[in-house]
């Protein structure tokens, strides 16, 4: 499998990208690997911090799209940059998937563009996978999409649902749909009209979820347009940083809670690597033709090598065949 990486996307590139990239070589045998960008500085970086890079190909891009640059960029002034590049090698058959760690809004204008959706997809979604009670759930969309249509919520319902099936092992996977209430008739006329139709979908649709319980293992798939979906994941994350922090707190208030700390601490980290967001590999475009991956913009090293494990699983199941398939199920009304 050939997996492009996007060198300068994210907050710490290109250095943690390629340690993450060199350190993925050495556990998972089956994959190549190319960056994109810069290669002067790539390979500058490299020798500076005394990395070997041998075994990784170098895809040449002369710029970089940034944080503060606009989506339509990708395809305008920032046609050259690493990230459209990379997707333009994707496109043309070069390799299998790509991942970044880039802007966000590029990254799905980019793969919507460039790449192209799968056809009968409405909208590409951002799809995290969040921490619960038991295992974890799947949001989509947290954000790709501010604005939805009805039908397009059925088709991120579907879409998850065979994520988590594929990916997770989860057989039947319930799905929810993100509102005011538990009730039918909750929400306004998106989520009237979207409920309505997951129930025709074919999938395992269990209603209306309440935020509050998305936590409590209520589901596995929730369901939302990406102003809800965004508002919801980074709730969720700054919840668990704030939790953890007055954990902390407590454990250092004096003697008796540091020796308490001191003996659960191993089951302490173990909490904290559960929550943190870092821990959660990479999030896939779900709907884009082929593999597009975005892991988070503070990703280091470490980060790269569980979001590589994401794009080989995404990849090697075929989760994007299987969506396919699920289309032509609801389209011929089964």
Not at 88 to 110: E, H, R, Y
Not at 169 to 183: Q, S, Y
Request: charged residues 25%; glycine residues 10%.
């Amino acid at each position: 499998m050939k997996i492009i990486v996007d060198a300068f996307g994210g907050d710490n590139a290109p250095l943690e990208v390629i340690k993450g990239c060199v350190k993925a070589l050495e556990v998972y045998n089956n994959i190549e690997i190319i960056l994109v960008g810069s290669k002067e500085i790539i390979e500058k970086t490299a020798k500076e911090n005394n990395i070997s890079i041998a075994g990784i190909g170098i895809e040449d891009a002369p710029d970089v799209i940034t944080m503060e640059d606009e989506a339509g960029d990708i395809m305008k002034s920032k046609n050259q940059s690493s990230m459209a590049v990379g997707l333009k090698l994707l496109a043309s058959g070069g390799a299998d998937a790509f991942l970044s760690a880039g802007n966000s809004g590029a990254l799905i204008m980019g793969a919507t563009m460039i790449v192209k959706r799968i056809k009968g997809i409405k909208r590409p979604a951002f799809s995290p996978l969040m921490p619960k009670v038991e295992g974890q759930v799947l949001l989509i969309d947290s954000g790709a999409n501010v604005e939805c249509r009805p039908e397009m919520l059925q088709q991120f319902g579907i879409m998850g649902s065979v994520y988590m099936d594929k990916i997770c092992g989860i057989k039947n996977p319930r799905v929810a749909l993100a509102n005011v209430g538990t009730e039918d008739h909750k929400g306004g006329e998106l989520q009237h009209k979207a409920f309505a139709l997951l129930k025709e979908a074919p999938i395992n649709f269990i209603g209306n979820i309440e935020a509050r319980d998305i936590p409590h293992d209520a589901a596995d798939v929730i369901v939302a347009d990406g102003f809800t979906g965004n508002i919801i994941v980074k709730m969720y994350e700054g919840v668990a940083s704030a939790l953890m922090l007055k954990i902390k707190e407590l454990f250092m208030k004096n003697f008796k809670t540091k020796l308490a700390a001191a003996l659960v601490l191993k089951d302490m980290k173990e909490l904290k690597a559960y929550m943190d967001y870092n821990n959660y590999g990479a999030a896939p475009i779900m709907g884009v033709a082929k593999p597009v991956l975005k892991t988070h913009g503070s990703a280091k090293a470490d980060t790269f090598i569980s979001a590589i494990k994401s794009v080989i699983d995404y990849t090697e199941k075929d989760v994007i065949g299987e969506i396919q398939r699920e289309l032509e199920v609801l389209k011929n009304g089964g």
